[in-house]
């Protein structure tokens, strides 16, 4: 079921009235079955595979806490196995074997290994990392094994962030469900304003940069120049409002009932470097990769040379888990290098700068620029459908030849399929606007308490415009969330 739907405008306020209503004991089991409704709106088979994992580590979780020495360890590695393994046949198992079978074919040979025909179910990653680490964190101590098994299955289950997060720890879900909720006025209004906020981000700007990302990037051999250029700028600004509006919705949804599900963006285009874009940009997923796999090689205290290798392999396998396609791969790779040069240049970038004695060469403005420009160049990996494509987008984006596409767009934007009238354009500049202001101001305040403070006229204006917004100059085609692909 998407947010962005008619069925979830019926569904949310349903399952939000009856949890108030009905008691406190029997709020889980409401919770439960909304949940999986909501995931059984898209293939309603695949409900097996979570209900799967959800039985296997709930016992793995009782018999790491009860298991002593290498048993431990034993019961650990089962739970990861399973999940891991449930991951690599859904979603790794025909791009491992086609390469294998290139491979083969390369070399000659007639043999085949056969594929397999299946769709990748929803969010398949996110729900199998949070249930990874619910057992890691209980076979570190730091979480006592959960006997009641609808509110573990309901920690994996959540539908406000079962399909695309934020991936929850289980210290932080598992005792809210115990914990008693009531209805609070200010605090629904909180979530419904983060809901509107979101729905926003996702329906007036990512949806409509998507109709121009999804016209150039799906052919883009009919383009050079400027085209691809600016469909590459749009696609970075529609993956983050896509992702990060998804976020908010679902931080919306949790927080109406009484849930505080953790921020998963912190303004990550206005990163002074990529460091901290990694510390703002999907921040349950780097901080998911930094405890759980990162620390473990031994992070940054260790030598040089294997701290360079555990941030480019971590960032690697970054890579795979968004997507088991090569450009992923390489996507992920290019961060990696970034980071791995950062780190072997910081000494000398350094006494260069203080050498030189130029401000404008430390100015935030500058730094901000130039970790924008790296993501973009990345991103272009992630949204080409190949390698070859993202190649050609890359030989050609500064191009100022003429457009193989006639009259785009050096003979009007307007001549673009996607986008024939001109307050499209408009539409899409004053979204933009409304979004850089917001995220600016939120550098120096809350926005949502700052609303909250206004006189009731001031505050209601706010609420109707976003409101007027979202059902008039959204494109309301139903686009499904980038990231539910992963």
Same mark, same amino acid.
């Given at each position: 079921?998407?947010?962005n739907s008619f069925r979830f405008l019926v569904f949310f306020p349903v399952v939000t009235t009856l949890f108030f209503v009905l008691?406190?004991?029997?709020?889980?089991?409401?919770?439960?079955?909304?949940?999986?409704?909501?995931?059984?709106?898209?293939?309603?088979?695949?409900?097996?595979?979570?209900?799967?994992?959800?039985?296997?580590?709930?016992?793995?979780?009782?018999?790491?806490?009860?298991?002593?020495?290498?048993?431990?360890?034993?019961?650990?590695?089962?739970?990861?196995?399973?999940?891991?393994?449930?991951?690599?046949?859904?979603?790794?198992?025909?791009?491992?074997?086609?390469?294998?079978?290139?491979?083969?074919?390369?070399?000659?040979?007639?043999?085949?290994?056969?594929?397999?025909?299946?769709?990748?179910?929803?969010?398949?990653?996110?729900?199998?990392?949070?249930?990874?680490?619910?057992?890691?964190?209980?076979?570190?101590?730091?979480?006592?094994?959960?006997?009641?098994?609808?509110?573990?299955?309901?920690?994996?289950?959540?539908?406000?962030?079962?399909?695309?997060?934020?991936?929850?720890?289980?210290?932080?879900?598992?005792?809210?469900? %115990?914990?008693?909720?009531?209805?609070?006025?200010?605090?629904? +209004? $909180? !979530? /419904?304003?983060?809901? *509107?906020?979101?729905? @926003?981000?996702?329906?007036?700007?990512?949806?409509?940069?998507?109709?121009?990302?999804?016209?150039?990037?799906?052919?883009?051999?009919?383009?050079?120049?400027?085209?691809?250029?600016?469909?590459?700028?749009?696609?970075?600004?529609?993956?983050?409002?896509?992702?990060?509006?998804?976020?908010?919705?679902?931080?919306?949804?949790?927080?109406?009932?009484?849930?505080?599900?953790?921020?998963?963006?912190?303004?990550?285009?206005?990163?002074?470097?990529?460091?901290?874009?990694?510390?703002?940009?999907?921040?349950?997923?780097?901080?998911?990769?930094?405890?759980?796999?990162?620390?473990?090689?031994?992070?940054?205290?260790?030598?040089?040379? %294997?701290?360079?290798?555990?941030?480019?392999?971590?960032?690697? +396998? $970054? !890579? /795979?888990?968004?997507? *088991?396609?090569?450009? @992923?791969?390489?996507?992920?790779?290019?961060?990696?290098?970034?980071?791995?040069?950062?780190?072997?240049?910081?000494?000398?970038?350094?006494?260069?700068?203080?050498?030189?004695?130029?401000?404008?060469?430390?100015?935030?403005?500058?730094?901000?620029?130039?970790?924008?420009?790296?993501?973009?160049?990345?991103?272009?990996?992630?949204?080409?459908?190949?390698?070859?494509?993202?190649?050609?987008?890359?030989?050609?984006?500064?191009?100022?030849?003429?457009?193989?596409?006639?009259?785009?767009?050096?003979?009007?934007?307007?001549?673009?399929?996607?986008?024939?009238?001109?307050?499209?354009?408009?539409?899409?500049?004053?979204?933009?606007?409304?979004?850089?202001?917001?995220?600016?101001?939120?550098?120096?305040?809350?926005?949502?308490?700052?609303? *909250?403070?206004?006189?009731?006229?001031?505050?209601?204006?706010?609420?109707?415009?976003?409101?007027?917004?979202?059902?008039?100059?959204?494109?309301?085609?139903?686009?499904?969330?980038?990231?539910?692909?992963?």
């Open positions: 079921m998407l947010f008691p406190h004991r029997f709020r889980w089991l409401l919770l439960l079955g909304a949940s999986c409704a909501f995931y059984m709106a898209f293939i309603p088979a695949y409900i097996l595979i979570l209900l799967f994992t959800v039985a296997v580590d709930y016992c793995a979780g009782l018999l790491i806490e009860g298991a002593q020495g290498s048993r431990r360890r034993f019961y650990l590695a089962l739970s990861l196995v399973a999940n891991l393994g449930v991951l690599a046949v859904f979603k790794y198992y025909n791009f491992f074997i086609g390469n294998a079978n290139a491979v083969l074919h390369g070399a000659g040979s007639a043999a085949a290994l056969p594929l397999l025909r299946l769709i990748l179910p929803i969010g398949l990653s996110f729900h199998t990392f949070q249930a990874m680490s619910y057992t890691i964190e209980v076979y570190r101590g730091r979480q006592r094994a959960e006997r009641h098994f609808g509110l573990y299955a309901l920690y994996v289950l959540f539908y406000p962030q079962l399909v695309a997060g934020p991936i929850e720890r289980p210290q932080n879900l598992l005792p809210q469900f %115990r914990r008693q909720q009531y209805f609070d006025y200010d605090r629904v +209004v $909180s !979530g /419904l304003r983060l809901m *509107a906020w979101g729905l @926003f981000k996702k329906v007036v700007i990512a949806d409509r940069l998507a109709q121009l990302v999804n016209e150039v990037y799906g052919a883009p051999t009919h383009y050079r120049g400027l085209p691809l250029l600016a469909a590459t700028v749009c696609f970075s600004i529609q993956i983050y409002c896509d992702f990060s509006g998804y976020s908010d919705i679902a931080r919306g949804s949790a927080r109406v009932m009484g849930f505080e599900l953790m921020a998963n963006f912190d303004r990550p285009y206005f990163s002074r470097s990529l460091p901290e874009f990694w510390r703002r940009w999907h921040i349950s997923l780097s901080t998911w990769f930094r405890d759980y796999l990162y620390r473990p090689l031994g992070g940054s205290r260790v030598a040089v040379p %294997r701290a360079c290798f555990n941030l480019f392999f971590v960032f690697l +396998v $970054s !890579g /795979l888990w968004h997507g *088991a396609n090569w450009t @992923f791969l390489i996507w992920g790779a290019l961060h990696g290098g970034y980071l791995v040069v950062g780190v072997l240049t910081q000494n000398r970038r350094r006494r260069l700068l203080e050498r030189l004695r130029l401000p404008l060469l430390s100015s935030p403005v500058l730094n901000v620029a130039l970790t924008y420009a790296l993501v973009a160049f990345a991103w272009i990996f992630f949204r080409a459908n190949s390698v070859h494509d993202a190649l050609y987008i890359i030989r050609h984006l500064f191009d100022a030849s003429e457009a193989l596409h006639e009259g785009f767009p050096y003979h009007g934007l307007s001549s673009v399929k996607v986008f024939y009238q001109r307050y499209e354009w408009l539409t899409l500049a004053g979204a933009l606007l409304v979004l850089g202001l917001v995220e600016s101001a939120q550098a120096r305040m809350a926005v949502g308490g700052w609303v *909250a403070r206004q006189r009731a006229p001031v505050r209601w204006a706010l609420y109707y415009g976003i409101v007027l917004c979202i059902a008039l100059l959204g494109p309301f085609k139903h686009v499904q969330f980038i990231y539910f692909q992963f």
